[in-house]
């Protein structure tokens, strides 16, 4: 298929590549420094790593402080110039939600793979050189399972509900491992871009419903523990399982004002992270203790749903394991 995206893009970067894969986030101001804390951490478990690490937003984003320079991040502003005008936005959001999207046009001829990476997450386990180069067979992407289809597969989506889409596998776009040529090969950012504007008064979300509406199942699998998405019914079993990312979906963050739904370690790392090197920012705001009623609902779904969620989890043979 021919790709008509990439001649809409513009792309400036504060260095060339320095490998043929790379990690990427897309975020700005907040998510930005967010990603920074992230891209420590892994940079902590891959001290001798062959792949980037990039931070890309629509303009270039700020410096990292001296203090994270020994991370040798890269940074790209990627200007989509209209390529996602006509898609839906909530109020309050801006076309960045989309930026991942443009990665594959924006880094063409440069890395052969990315692996996406949200900003809401925590890592806590290496082996991301070993995830960059698996087998994803002829799959342009591949992910996690979404949670909504985690312990129940064959629950139906609510967005393919609304779109009229018959079943298939949905993932979590917060982490995607893209095989760069396959994706323009498949025109996947035409595609969803033509699909989000066709069917914008039936959209959810943005684009992890965009690819999923686009490819329909036609994607690979990757184990859990590269997206443990943490809610009421994971939280506590990810003290067992230990998984490499974990992923803080939905509004509430370890970060954000609400309190008492993560455990505080997770807010004191972020805290610790931001008072060393954006000394600037104000504090994180007092939290509220510990939601009891919130902590007896996740007991009662754990003790509901350990079986299911374990299932899932044994059909894959170890962490690297790839379903194609």
Not at 92 to 120: H, K, N
Not at 226 to 243: C, I, K, R
Not at 263 to 283: D, K, T, W
Request: net charge positive.
């Amino acid at each position: 298929m021919k790709d008509h995206s990439a001649t809409q893009l513009s792309v400036e970067t504060s260095r060339p590549a320095g490998a043929d894969t790379a990690i990427v986030f897309a975020g700005d101001g907040f998510y930005a420094r967010a990603a920074m804390q992230v891209a420590q951490q892994i940079h902590a478990l891959h001290p001798d790593r062959r792949f980037d690490i990039c931070i890309a937003a629509n303009d270039m984003p700020a410096s990292p402080p001296e203090s994270l320079a020994h991370l040798n991040l890269r940074r790209c502003a990627i200007r989509t110039n209209g390529l996602f005008d006509g898609l839906r936005l909530d109020s309050g959001r801006t076309e960045i939600v989309y930026l991942r999207l443009a990665l594959p046009q924006a880094f063409r001829g440069e890395y052969r793979r990315i692996l996406y990476l949200d900003s809401d997450i925590f890592v806590q386990g290496g082996g991301f050189g070993e995830l960059l180069t698996a087998d994803i067979a002829e799959r342009a992407i591949a992910a996690v399972r979404d949670n909504s289809q985690a312990r129940t597969p064959r629950r139906l989506p609510e967005q393919f509900r609304r779109l009229g889409i018959p079943h298939a596998g949905y993932f979590n776009a917060g982490v995607m491992l893209i095989d760069v040529s396959r994706w323009l090969d498949q025109d996947i950012t035409g595609r969803a871009v033509a699909f989000g504007r066709q069917h914008r008064d039936k959209m959810i979300r943005h684009d992890q419903n965009l690819l999923n509406g686009v490819l329909q199942g036609d994607w690979a699998e990757l184990h859990p523990t590269w997206n443990w998405q943490y809610t009421a019914a994971t939280n506590m079993l990810a003290e067992m399982v230990s998984p490499r990312i974990l992923h803080f979906i939905g509004p509430r963050k370890p970060w954000s004002k609400w309190g008492g739904r993560h455990p505080l370690r997770y807010r004191r790392a972020f805290a610790e992270f931001m008072v060393q090197h954006f000394p600037e920012q104000p504090a994180l705001p007092e939290v509220a203790p510990p939601d009891e009623m919130w902590m007896r609902r996740s007991l009662a779904k754990h003790i509901l749903s350990q079986h299911r969620t374990l299932r899932h989890i044994k059909r894959f043979s170890d962490e690297m394991t790839v379903l194609t």
